[in-house]
């Protein structure tokens, strides 16, 4: 579990690249398609919501 816990951490990071492949989540098992989606959603709204700031 510690040595699992760098990897957690990269799942939740906002500004991962969309088109990143999900062969780096690997790791997740299970959990690496949906965590890939929340990324990318969490992506968006970010911009979407630094756009309407602007």
């Not at 997740?28 to 890939?36: C, H, K, T, V, W």
Request: proline share 9%; hydrophobic share 55%.
């Amino acid at each position: 579990m510690i040595i699992r816990k760098p990897n957690q951490a990269r799942f939740f990071c906002p500004f991962l690249p969309l088109g990143l492949p999900p062969l780096q989540y690997r790791d997740a098992g299970i959990f690496s398609g949906s965590f890939f989606f929340l990324n990318g959603l969490f992506f968006l709204f970010i911009v979407l919501s630094a756009h309407s700031v602007i």
